[in-house]
Nanobody
Framework: QVQLVESGGGLVHPGGSLRLSCVAS????????IGWYRQVSGNGRELVAG???????HYANSVKDRFTISRDNAKNTMYLKMNSLKPEDTAVYYC????????WGQGTQVTVSS
């Protein structure tokens, strides 16, 4: 069973930046569509950024030009760099790897507040 372990969440002021990391217990990112989702209490999970196996990226309109998804296959790690954060970015963020199976991280809280 592949495990995804996230880190990097926290409290940040509006306009600030954070970088989320997600480490996989096995080398799967070459074969899986990776993504970062977020969820606000009471709502469903929203895909904010995704990357295909050949490196094509997709961003939700709400984060386009502010968030960047990347991966380092050698480190089995994927990242989400978040710039110009807004209060409406506050959510629990989950990393995801989807292929033959769908794996999820445990979630990390991001709070944007002054």
């Amino acid at each position: 069973q592949v495990q995804l372990v996230e880190s990097g969440g926290g409290l940040v002021h509006p306009g600030g930046s954070l970088r989320l990391s997600c480490v996989a217990s096995e080398s799967i990112f070459n074969d899986y569509y990776i993504g970062w989702y977020r969820q606000v209490s009471g709502n469903g999970r929203e895909l904010v950024a995704g990357m295909s196996t050949d490196g094509i990226t997709h961003y939700a309109n709400s984060v386009k030009d502010r968030f960047t998804i990347s991966r380092d296959n050698a480190k089995n790690t994927m990242y989400l760099k978040m710039n110009s954060l807004k209060p409406e970015d506050t959510a629990v963020y989950y990393c995801s790897a989807e292929g033959a199976r769908h794996y999820w991280g445990q979630g990390t809280q991001v709070t944007v507040s002054s």
